[in-house]
């Protein structure tokens, strides 16, 4: 039983164990209610943007590649769990078989570890790009539904600079909140924490029009 535990927390498995177990805990906590399900965003500046219904991403390089499998389509939470839980069984078997008879030769364990994550992980991202392409639609269906039905709210921006193509406001759900990206044309016409109105939604950038609350009330 030690051994087996132990296959846990060696080299490459613990990488696909501390993010399994990562994702397993926000879960959980999303499930009690500690986190909003829609909490999770990451904001890679003006290259990549990441939230929970869609991830914007540059059509070419790495970005293509990760358009091609789908992975903008649906929560980015779930693309690591799925790739997590099939890298984890599949490094742990790979482990068992094939790295642990090579144990009492460091080199060759690391150098042959290494190998194997990197095989692993293009495995399981091949593979967790196949079980996402059913459910695709239905994700993009609530995405749809779920930007819909925020226009017209108010929100307070987060980011020191609002213009056309950068800034972030936050609005509030009675949970964590959710972090959204927002434009406006006129730089510097809003700053760090003022109420504005989203206006309208623009699924190509995956952000949304602003205006102040006097604008939107016509005054």
């Not at 051994?3 to 927390?9: C, E, L």
């Not at 990562?22 to 399900?37: E, K, P, V």
């Not at 999770?40 to 358009?67: C, N, W």
């Not at 949970?175 to 206006?199: M, S, T």
């Amino acid at each position: 039983m030690e051994i087996y535990v132990g296959i846990f927390f060696s080299f490459p498995v613990v990488i696909f164990t501390g993010l399994l177990t990562l994702s397993i805990l926000y879960w959980l906590f999303a499930a009690i209610g500690l986190f909003s399900i829609d909490c999770l965003d990451f904001d890679f500046g003006t290259d990549m943007d990441f939230d929970m219904y869609h991830a914007e991403i540059p059509s070419s390089g790495l970005g293509g590649v990760l358009m091609k499998f789908g992975f903008n389509q649906v929560p980015l939470t779930l693309i690591i769990t799925l790739i997590s839980l099939i890298g984890f069984i599949i490094s742990y078997f790979c482990h068992h078989f094939f790295l642990l008879p090579i144990y009492e030769v460091p080199w060759l364990y690391y150098l042959a570890g290494a190998c194997t994550f990197l095989i692993v992980l293009i495995i399981a991202t091949f593979l967790t790009a196949y079980i996402i392409r059913p459910i695709r639609p239905l994700f993009k269906q609530l995405n749809s539904t779920t930007h819909n039905s925020l226009l017209g709210q108010s929100v307070v921006i987060r980011s020191s600079v609002v213009n056309d193509i950068k800034g972030e406001a936050i609005y509030e759900d009675g949970g964590a909140g959710l972090i959204l990206q927002v434009r406006c044309y006129v730089p510097n016409q809003f700053k760090r924490n003022d109420v504005v109105i989203l206006l309208s939604y623009d699924s190509i950038t995956n952000s949304y029009q602003i205006v102040s609350v006097d604008e939107f009330n016509g005054l």
